[in-house]
């Protein structure tokens, strides 16, 4: 488009979207549209690309719609959440620096460009391929991720509603299974997705399979698991019933990691 690839021109969006997004949140010092306008610049970007490229197939039009439901449903998720109980705690010391609030933002958009990196290469590849394994593959396995994170999103949302359990830690249903299920269908579904999109990418574009090892690694490594744990631990660490729970429970994958129990 206009000389310049739309793959690059889909990531400058990625990033256009958090600084415009950025500037009223940081005047009104509010992280309540973060997570909401992370969601939206998924979808944003895929149309966006989707529009602009003239190799557009039944590949591409797949991914397009299992970006839109994944975002359209965690975006409407989360927002909802965070309208609940009125903040998000990540933001607590960020919000009123203006370098550390937009640098949040900022990385917002380089997460968004990495995990969608595969589907955005797609898309915009001049390689074609009609079904085949691998897509149906990618279906499925995307179907399963997209479930269990559902499922596990609404079980801890019923667990929290009930007055019974507030100050209480979740292990019933998939969270029987694994400490935090929903990242785990999270690393499932986007591997489906890098299953879809690897027939048609070419090149440089092989590089973009990154995208199911960077949320594997953002997730496990970096903001989800290991903050939630750290917190697991200040509030029940050394209680029995939390300990034994961590012994018999593996840490993301079901039935791997188990202490013993």
């Not at 990033?15 to 309540?32: C, D, H, N």
């Not at 915009?124 to 559902?150: K, N």
Request: charged residues 15%; aromatic residues 14%.
């Amino acid at each position: 488009m206009g000389g310049v690839p739309v793959f690059a021109l889909g990531v400058a969006l990625a990033f256009l979207v958090q600084w415009v997004v950025f500037i009223p949140s940081y005047v009104m010092r509010t992280e309540r549209y973060y997570d909401l306008t992370g969601s939206l610049t998924y979808i944003s970007v895929m149309v966006f690309a989707v529009a602009s490229s003239a190799y557009a197939d039944a590949r591409s039009m797949l991914l397009l719609v299992l970006v839109l439901v994944w975002a359209g449903r965690l975006g409407t998720f989360l927002f909802r959440r965070v309208l609940r109980s009125g903040k998000d705690s990540r933001f607590d010391e960020l919000k009123s620096s203006f370098a550390r609030f937009l640098m949040t933002w900022t990385l917002q958009g380089l997460w968004v460009s990495l995990t969608l990196a595969a589907a955005l290469a797609a898309v915009t590849s001049q390689t074609r391929a009609g079904v085949d394994i691998l897509m149906l593959v990618g279906l499925a396995a995307w179907t399963a991720g997209f479930s269990i994170e559902v499922v596990a999103d609404y079980q801890k949302s019923r667990f929290r509603a009930q007055p019974a359990n507030e100050g209480a830690f979740i292990s019933s249903g998939l969270w029987a299974l694994s400490r935090h299920p929903n990242y785990f269908g999270e690393i499932v579904l986007w591997t489906g997705v890098a299953l879809i999109a690897l027939p048609v990418l070419r090149g440089w574009q092989l590089a973009t399979l990154v995208s199911p090892v960077f949320v594997y690694l953002l997730l496990t490594r970096v903001s989800g698991i290991p903050l939630l744990e750290r917190k697991a631990e200040e509030k029940w660490g050394g209680h029995e019933e939390y300990e034994d729970y961590k012994r018999r429970t593996p840490v993301l994958v079901p039935w791997i990691g188990r202490k013993g129990g």
